[in-house]
């Protein structure tokens, strides 16, 4: 049922054109994305990419010294997940924390078999983001955020 509230939730903010919020932790909420602004990309890091099964990660912390602040929230990073080609619309969220963060990605275990990835996101020694992808589907502890899509059609 959560995960069924969760798709209804994101359907009605991709067409009011506005982010979902999750809370994963006291510290940590994640946005999903539907666009980026030039200020989060100016004060990102480099983009570190990996590859896995059948997609690519590529994530940015944010400068702790350039932090962009939402009330107590502070972003932490960004996140894409896709498939690598140029014609993919990747999954996409950003990483708020309520203390500071040190953005890390560690690879848990991948099946090609069965097309199944499992990656931890550390935003500190004491929160992890468990990022589960099997086949296009998305899901972001416990969140299912959506389904990497493929054509390069924009809705």
Not at 1 to 15: E, R
Not at 29 to 55: G, K, R, V
Not at 112 to 135: P, W
Request: aromatic share 6%.
């Amino acid at each position: 049922m959560k995960q069924f509230l969760t798709i209804i939730f994101l359907a009605l903010a991709s067409m009011t054109g506005q982010a979902a919020t999750f809370k994963i932790s006291p510290q940590v909420q994640i946005e999903s994305l539907m666009s980026i602004d030039p200020l989060e990309l100016w004060s990102a890091t480099t983009p570190i990419s990996i590859d896995l099964a059948e997609a690519t990660l590529n994530y940015r912390m944010v400068d702790p010294e350039a932090a962009i602040h939402r009330g107590k929230w502070k972003l932490c990073g960004l996140v894409m997940i896709g498939n690598g080609d140029i014609a993919t619309r990747p999954i996409a969220f950003r990483i708020w924390t309520g203390r500071p963060c040190d953005l890390t990605v560690s690879i848990v275990g991948e099946s090609e078999s069965s097309n199944a990835v499992h990656v931890k996101v550390f935003t500190d020694s004491a929160e992890v983001l468990v990022i589960r992808m099997k086949g296009p589907a998305v899901n972001v502890s416990g969140i299912a955020l959506g389904q990497i899509r493929f054509g390069n059609t924009v809705k």
